[in-house]
């Protein structure tokens, strides 16, 4: 399959250098990584097995890479109004769309761009993070669960296909047919600790759990996602909450990836990871103090932080 990695970083870079292993034709849509990625090529240090691409196949814009069969969407959620100008040079009439990215909203804003039937969710569960460009660092995770956006038998069998690209890769992966099930999988994490370690300047999963109280404020926390998403129609495991709490304190020096961005100054996923899902929350009277205190928390260190400028 011919694929492109559009917003090749970290993220799109660890599983585009997945799929070109299993065999795929996979173009990385590169920025300031560019260059850097021409001359010394693409490196994945992972617990799973090291990947080195010595000469990947990379394009500056969707432009200089032309059509393709699938196109997965991993960059910012802060990019995505560019998706109406990047996505047209890549499309087939065949072309799925995939995004990768974190937070809700993001598969309705490529809806407006591409067929509704042929846009799906992929949600990954990954530590990776990009030391230097073309280099990338992935310590532990990787799995990913699919589903389409629009809940079809269709688009369950085409979720099913894009799961069954990372074959003979250390990926895990699953379906399902709900996509707004598995966002707020994904947000029963993403919001506490992604939060909490942007909210605090933005500290590393080590840091935070060293701060007294903050452990059980993150619990506090995802109790409150975990209900909301139960009142929605979507409930959880009820084991969800022990196990990400255990594999979370294993994470170390592992740093979340909107802490990472307020450390390189870089803009915020804010409305995609909290806001958004906030508001949905609220479309069905979850009571949320605890949520709603750390996006206030959030609000008030971004507003610092502007205000330096």
Known sequence: MKIAILGAGALGCYYGARLAEAGH?????????????KAQGLRVNSVYGDIYLPQPSIARRPEDCGPVDL????????????????LPPLLAEHT????????????????????????????????????????????????????????????????????????????????????????????????????????????SIRQLFLMPGEGERARRIMNEVCRTAELRGYPLPAEIITRQMEQTSRMGDFIPSSAVDYNRHRPVEYEAIWGTPLARAREVGAQVPEWERLCHDIQARLQERYSQK
């Open 25 to 37: 034709d996979v173009t990385f849509i590169l920025r300031s990584a560019y260059e850097p990625v």
């Open 71 to 86: 196109i997965i969407v991993s960059w910012k959620t802060t990019c995505n109004e560019l998706l109406s100008d990047a």
């Open 96 to 203: 799925r769309v995939l995004t990768f990215q974190n937070g809700m909203g993001n598969a309705e804003a490529i809806a407006r761009v591409v067929p509704a039937q042929r846009v799906f969710i992929g949600l990954c569960f990954v530590c990776a993070m990009m030391d230097e460009p073309g280099t990338i660092r992935h310590l532990e995770g990787g799995a990913i669960q699919f589903a389409p956006l629009q809940p079809t038998p269709e688009g369950a069998a085409q979720a099913q296909e894009l799961s069954e690209l990372f074959h003979g890769t250390p990926v895990e992966t699953r379906t399902a047919l709900h996509a707004e099930q598995i966002l707020w999988t994904k947000l029963s994490w993403n919001i506490p600790f992604n939060g909490l370690c942007l909210a605090h300047g933005g500290i």
